[in-house]
C-alpha cells in the first residue's frame, strides 16, 4: 500500500475517533442545558463516528497494513449555547470533508483502486454529515431566543436513532 495513503487512513482513524469524542462532550454539555433530544442526537452522531473510525481500521487490516492508534486530543468542554455547539459541529464536518477528499486524491495519485472504492462510502456520507448539520445549525440560528421553538426541535432531534 501506498505510504501517503497508509499515513493519511491511519490518522483518520485517530480523527473520527476524535469526532465521536467531541460528540459526546457536547451531548453531555445538551444534558447540563435540558436539552436531551440534542443530546441524544450528538450521542447517535458520537457511535456513528466510532463506526467510521472502524471501518478505517478495518480496511487497513485487510489490505495487511498495521494499524498504529494515536493519541486523541481533549475535546472542547465548555460552549456558550447550544447555538455554538451547532456551528463548531458543521466546521468539524467540513474539516472532515477536506480530510476525507484529501485521501481520496492520495488514493487517485497512488493508482489504488481498493482505497478509491473504500472512500467512495465516506465520501456520499460527508454530504450527509454537512447537510444534517447545516441544517440543524440553520434551524437553530432561526429560533433564536424561542425557548418554546428550542424544545420543540429538542423533541424532534431525540427521535433520531441509532443505524
Ligand atoms: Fe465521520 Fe462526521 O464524519
Given at each position: 500500500?501506498?505510504?501517503?495513503?497508509?499515513?493519511?487512513?491511519?490518522?483518520?482513524?485517530?480523527?473520527?475517533?476524535?469526532?465521536?469524542?467531541?460528540?459526546?462532550?457536547?451531548?453531555?454539555?445538551?444534558?447540563?442545558?435540558?436539552?436531551?433530544?440534542?443530546?441524544?442526537?450528538?450521542?447517535v452522531?458520537?457511535?456513528?463516528?466510532?463506526?467510521?473510525?472502524?471501518?478505517?481500521?478495518e480496511?487497513?487490516?485487510?489490505?495487511?497494513?498495521?494499524?498504529n492508534?494515536?493519541a486523541?486530543?481533549?475535546?472542547?468542554?465548555?460552549f456558550?449555547?447550544v447555538?455554538?455547539?451547532?456551528?463548531?459541529?458543521?466546521?468539524?464536518?467540513?474539516?472532515?470533508?477536506?480530510?476525507?477528499?484529501?485521501?481520496?486524491?492520495?488514493?487517485?495519485?497512488?493508482?489504488?483502486?481498493?482505497?478509491?472504492?473504500?472512500?467512495?462510502?465516506?465520501?456520499?456520507?460527508?454530504?450527509e454529515?454537512?447537510?444534517?448539520?447545516?441544517?440543524?445549525?440553520?434551524?437553530?440560528?432561526?429560533?433564536?431566543?424561542?425557548?418554546?421553538?428550542?424544545?420543540?426541535?429538542d423533541?424532534q432531534?431525540?427521535?433520531r436513532?441509532?443505524?
Amino acid at each position: 500500500m501506498d505510504s501517503k495513503v497508509y499515513e493519511l487512513m491511519n490518522d483518520q482513524i485517530k480523527h473520527e475517533f476524535y469526532s465521536a469524542y467531541m460528540y459526546l462532550s457536547m451531548s453531555a454539555f445538551c444534558e447540563t442545558e435540558n436539552l436531551p433530544g440534542f443530546a441524544s442526537w450528538l450521542k447517535v452522531q458520537a457511535a456513528e463516528e466510532q463506526e467510521h473510525a472502524l471501518k478505517f481500521y478495518e480496511h487497513l487490516l485487510d489490505r495487511g497494513q498495521k494499524v498504529n492508534l494515536k493519541a486523541i486530543e481533549q475535546p472542547p468542554v465548555k460552549f456558550a449555547s447550544v447555538k455554538e455547539v451547532f456551528e463548531q459541529v458543521y466546521a468539524h464536518e467540513q474539516k472532515v470533508t477536506a480530510l476525507i477528499n484529501n485521501i481520496y486524491m492520495a488514493a487517485l495519485e497512488a493508482k489504488d483502486a481498493a482505497s478509491q472504492i473504500f472512500l467512495q462510502w465516506f465520501i456520499t456520507e460527508q454530504v450527509e454529515e454537512e447537510k444534517n448539520s447545516s441544517a440543524i445549525l440553520d434551524m437553530v440560528t432561526k429560533l433564536g431566543s424561542s425557548v418554546g421553538g428550542l424544545y420543540q426541535l429538542d423533541h424532534q432531534l431525540g427521535k433520531r436513532k441509532g443505524d
